[in-house]
């Protein structure tokens, strides 16, 4: 636990880009740090800088109604991003901005030891996943690298602009909800 504070107060005081001129506040993550399910997004919108947490906004609420669905919480969980700080009118981020968090990510990674990995969007699973991403084919299946289950899911904001996403993503959930069923020790909460 002393490694994962000591992670959080380095990412805190980063200036290792330029974005550390234009934040308000870095936003490390939520979770519990220990967490078997990890959900990893591109950037910190407005919201999220604000705030200083992801996934705050109107897709922060739609992300976790839809965790709510099969059964998980912010509690059980751990939400990151790629990049830490929110890039100017929430433009991709910049190779350079993601390389100065690629090693906060991955040490998070390191010392989480997640089960699955699930990847919030094209840009995160093109980072995470493979570069070649396709979300609209790719959305839903499972790979496998370095022992960990890694899948990708339509960007909640994605589906508040086209909410025709939303029953794909229902069936993506299941296969989720079924995957931490069969690998996972303590995430679900099972409902009475």
């Keep these: 636990m002393r490694e994962w504070e000591e992670l959080k107060k380095q990412c805190l005081a980063c200036r290792s880009c330029g974005l550390c001129e234009t934040r308000t506040n870095v936003v490390f993550g939520v979770g519990a740090p220990d967490a078997e399910v990890l959900l990893i ?28 669905m099969i059964g998980l919480t912010r509690q059980k969980i751990y939400i990151t991003n790629s990049v830490k700080c929110r890039p100017p009118q929430n433009r991709d981020p910049l190779n350079t901005e993601k390389d100065a968090c690629r090693g906060y990510l991955r040490r998070q990674v390191e010392l989480m030891h997640p089960k699955i990995i699930v ?3 094209r840009i995160s699973a093109a980072e995470i996943i493979k570069e070649d991403f396709k979300i609209t084919k790719e959305h839903g299946q499972f790979f496998e690298r370095g022992g960990i289950q890694m899948m990708a899911l339509y960007h909640p904001a994605a589906l508040l602009r086209d909410p025709h996403k939303k029953p794909e993503t229902f069936e993506d959930l299941k296969k989720l909800q079924s995957k931490i069923r069969e690998i996972c020790d303590h995430t679900l909460i099972e409902y009475e």
């Design 119 to 121: 990847c919030l969007g």
């Design 41 to 68: 997004g591109e950037a910190p919108g407005a919201n999220e800088d604000e705030q200083g947490e992801p996934f705050v906004g109107r897709a922060g609420k739609l992300l976790d109604d839809m965790l709510a």
